[in-house]
């Protein structure tokens, strides 16, 4: 298959690790990965804000940017810019658009996946031959455990990497307190729920706490590096992209 890398504006400033593992890995598999250079953010920090007009400059980049027919399928790996190309796009483009967007927007957005959504639904693969010789603990985000609906996708793909120790996460569908701006504008709720994430990932004696959003991870990774836990993050990508033990 072709297909296109939408690295999300997260992960091209503060995490091209797991844009990279996401090429990395998908290649391996034997696809054409390409990486349209005109992409931005997907506009959700604005929707989700209350600045749908500001948006709709970045739903129409990216429905021009992604929408050559040429490519059969786009690869994110961010549950909550999927999240926002498949269920905020189109709000954006009927209310602020065009009848041309919109049906531009509509294209896009039905080959548009999150990486455990791409490999298991339409690649049909779970076994991707990743050797990762590490305790981990999953934490599944909001926006792809209840937007997106991906279930146990990340998990099944988990399992079947070779010398995992996969360790449940105590009360692992809470959120962990991030929610973009909701940090900011109710931080003494956010700092707590971070709190309860984190005694939780704790408990799992986990060495990497992964999951599919670098912003989740941004958060939970920032409270425990702050308490010196000694636990590290890891991006889903990056441990679907490894073959061998990861070191300091």
């Not at 010398?163 to 692992?172: H, K, Q, S």
């Not at 941004?218 to 490894?242: C, K, P």
């Amino acid at each position: 298959m072709r297909i296109a890398l939408f690295a999300t504006c997260i992960g091209d400033t503060l995490f091209p690790d797991a844009a990279k593992a996401t090429a990395l890995l998908l290649t391996r598999l034997g696809h054409e990965v390409v990486f349209p250079p005109g992409q931005t953010c997907c506009g959700q920090m604005h929707v989700n804000t209350g600045y749908q007009p500001d948006a709709l400059p970045l739903v129409e980049n990216y429905a021009e940017n992604f929408g050559d027919s040429s490519v059969d399928a786009i690869v994110a790996p961010s549950g909550s810019c999927v999240g926002s190309v498949r269920h905020q796009h189109q709000i954006v483009a009927e209310r602020y658009g065009s009848v041309g967007l919109c049906e531009r927007v509509e294209t896009v957005k039905a080959k548009t996946f999150e990486l455990s959504e791409l490999l298991i639904d339409v690649l049909e693969v779970t076994d991707v031959g990743a050797h990762y010789p590490h305790r981990v603990t999953y934490h599944p985000t909001c926006h792809s455990l209840r937007l997106l609906r991906v279930g146990d996708k990340p998990l099944r793909l988990l399992r079947a990497v070779r010398e995992i120790d996969l360790v449940e996460l105590p009360e692992a569908d809470v959120c962990c307190g991030f929610g973009g701006t909701f940090a900011i504008k109710n931080a003494e709720t956010s700092t707590a729920m971070l709190g309860d994430k984190i005694r939780n990932v704790a408990a799992t004696g986990a060495e990497f706490c992964c999951a599919s959003d670098s912003s989740c991870l941004m958060h939970i990774g920032g409270g425990m590096s702050r308490l010196q836990m000694g636990t590290r993050t890891v991006h889903l990508a990056e441990i679907l992209a490894s073959v061998g033990p990861v070191t300091a």
